[in-house]
């Protein structure tokens, strides 16, 4: 500022000859000036069009010349205001001053120069310093939201302001619900422009192959690219479309074609239903005027792991997107990774562990999976068929460790040596935790939103509306069946159908839940079955099966003398000889001797027949004859 100070004291020192009447306007204007570049040096453009903080070219603010013909000082607008309406007329100047103007205005020129670059140079300096000081302020919160995630989060757009500030559609939520969705909008609507905001850094793909397909190739370099074999032979990618399917986020609205972009990294605190409003996490509000709120789950994690040090949160990965499968995967072409443990006996905990033991056979390697249930699936299957796929698991090599919570561990020689509630210890050098899932419901508080309080997720109609104009789907969406009554499901072909459905919706459908979704599983080559509908090993159940040795006949687990005994036993089954091979089969899963749920076991393509079974209500005396229309005896 000292050098700003001296500059300004020749430009008063020059132009007391040229303005002695009203040297002190014009002094006053230009500091004015000056302070403004000095708030104003980050390069944005102003509501006029300008660049703010660029510095003015010296003949800007430099006092118009008068001729002998004209006296009159004239204003521009980014010079000082007339003289003559502040200090009075100026005086006319005699023939002796004209030979002496050039000389003073050649010095002035090289004072401003000299002052402009002094300025701007010491306005960058301190630009600088303060980035560098908001840098250091928002450290800690960058830190907080790099250590909830284990990784950086990039965004696009970098800027917020960048995204429309009203958009028609508004999608919350990358995933499969949210993808679903735009395809059902789009189809409707083919011109509509749709907007998606995910906190993910890519765009929608599919997450049931990350514990299965993708870990049924051994080459590295085909998984890099997130490639997988389908059931068909087909090769597809893990990613719904590819990226020049998208609209990029800027041109969303000019385009006459409509579109959908993404917004990645991007997250949405707070909605205000009332007024069709979104804000995001740094205050930037989008209008809509449809909304749907797709966003999702997240892996649950041991507190132990949550709270510990980050050496140990290294060799620890809750499992559920894209980049835990390629964190895994790089961890695990370390050849020093020996002793791998999931954690976990449900759906992805069961599958990931018989995925990887085939993946990592001849490989002088150990998948152990630990779970506090008796068997694998025993929140889903009755426990006979729970404890018959338990073995053909660890027939696929895995090391079951059953009845078994991990309550602490200790780190010896860089590896986790996990504590077990049974007293046994493990020694990981990787362990992979599959506990379940939590729906993300933190948008629910500030909105004003209603959370179920038993099963959570957002509760909505059976039309998937929780407000006007605002749905829900996926994984977060607490509905109501018409048939089946309050649920909320956790799989991928529900994401699909609820997601297609809400975006029918957003487009004046009006239609209410009917279509019962349907999820598969698959636990190496002699156990893969689809289900539907409520699939509780708490409720009763009816198991048909075909014996292995004997096609022709049929081996029924459990045929209860009465209804009676039905509701005694909880479980129609009765212990079968040794050695019972559960090959084929259909199961019934029943509430007031009424099917709700159906497991095809080894049985494909008759998921529609299932469903017809589901929607008339099937009571338990006709079992008999519907097990007949599965045909689980054809090959």
Request: charged share 25%; aromatic share 8%; glycine share 8%.
């Amino acid at each position: 500022m000292l050098s700003c100070g001296r500059g300004i004291g020749q430009i008063s020192r020059f132009t007391r000859h040229a303005y002695p009447n009203c040297i002190k306007s014009a002094v006053f204007e230009f500091t004015g000036r000056i302070g403004s570049l000095r708030h104003a040096s980050d390069g944005k453009i102003d509501k006029s069009g300008k660049q703010r903080g660029a510095t003015l070219r010296a003949e800007e603010c430099m006092p118009p010349k008068l001729s002998k013909t004209d006296t009159s000082a004239k204003n521009s607008g980014s010079c000082p205001p007339e003289c003559e309406e502040i200090c009075g007329k100026i005086p006319e100047r005699g023939p002796g001053n004209d030979n002496n103007s050039p000389k003073y205005w050649k010095q002035i020129i090289a004072v401003i120069l000299v002052a402009g670059v002094t300025i701007y140079t010491y306005t960058r300096i301190d630009s600088l310093r303060d980035k560098e000081g908001s840098a250091s302020k928002n450290s800690s919160k960058k830190k907080k939201d790099s250590d909830k995630t284990g990784k950086a989060r990039a965004r696009y757009p970098v800027s917020s302001a960048a995204l429309p500030a009203d958009v028609p559609y508004l999608l919350i939520g990358g995933g499969t619900a949210a993808f679903s969705a735009f395809r059902s909008i789009k189809s409707k609507d083919p011109k509509a422009k749709v907007l998606v905001i995910s906190n993910e850094p890519d765009q929608p793909y599919m997450r049931p192959p990350l514990s299965k397909e993708l870990w049924y190739n051994k080459d590295r370099e085909v998984t890099k690219q997130l490639t997988f074999k389908q059931w068909n032979g087909t090769e597809r990618s893990l990613f719904y479309e590819p990226p020049e399917f998208y609209s990029s986020v800027d041109n969303l609205m000019k385009s006459d074609k409509g579109g959908v972009a993404v917004a990645t990294g991007w997250t949405v605190k707070t909605i205000d239903p009332f007024n069709r409003i979104a804000i995001l996490e740094d205050g930037y509000e989008i209008k809509y005027d449809k909304c749907l709120i797709a966003t999702g789950t997240s892996p649950k994690n041991l507190s132990i792991f949550e709270n510990a040090d980050q050496s140990v949160k290294s060799k620890v990965i809750p499992f559920r997107t894209k980049d835990d499968f390629l964190e895994l995967e790089e961890r695990l072409a370390d050849p020093k990774i020996k002793n791998i443990v999931i954690v976990g006996g449900g759906f992805l905990g069961s599958e990931l562990a018989c995925s990887l033991s085939r993946n990592l056979q001849n490989t002088q390697r150990r998948v152990y999976q630990v779970y506090k249930e008796k068997f694998i699936m025993s929140q889903v299957l009755p426990e006979y068929l729970s404890e018959w796929t338990t073995k053909k698991s660890a027939l696929e090599g895995v090391t079951c460790i059953p009845n078994a919570e991990i309550e602490n561990y200790e780190v010896n020689k860089g590896q986790l040596n996990l504590i077990l509630n049974n007293g046994k210890r493990i020694d990981a050098d990787q362990v992979v935790v599959a506990l379940g899932v939590k729906a993300n419901t933190e948008l629910a508080e500030p909105s004003n939103l209603e959370v179920d309080p038993d099963i959570g997720g957002f509760l909505v109609n059976a039309e998937l509306e929780a407000r006007s104009n605002l749905w829900v789907a996926g994984d977060a969406a607490c509905f109501y069946d018409v048939k089946l009554g309050r649920r909320r499901v956790e799989h991928h072909d529900h994401a699909v159908i609820s997601g297609r459905l809400a975006g029918e919706n957003m487009t004046g459908a009006g239609k209410p839940y009917l279509h019962q979704s349907m999820f598969w599983s698959d636990l190496g080559p002699d156990v893969g079955y689809e289900a539907i509908g409520i699939v509780d090993s708490t409720l009763p159940t009816v198991g048909v099966f075909a014996k292995a040795e004997d096609r022709d006949s049929t081996a029924k687990t459990g045929a209860p003398s009465s209804k009676d005994q039905l509701k005694a036993e909880g479980e129609i089954h009765h212990p079968t000889e040794s050695g019972q091979d559960y090959g084929k089969g259909v199961i019934f899963y029943l509430r007031n001797d009424t099917v709700v749920g159906i497991v095809l076991w080894n049985i494909f393509n008759r998921m529609s027949l299932a469903r017809q079974v589901l929607a008339r209500g099937t009571q338990y005396e006709d079992l008999n004859e519907i097990a007949k229309l599965f045909a689980i005896h054809e090959e």
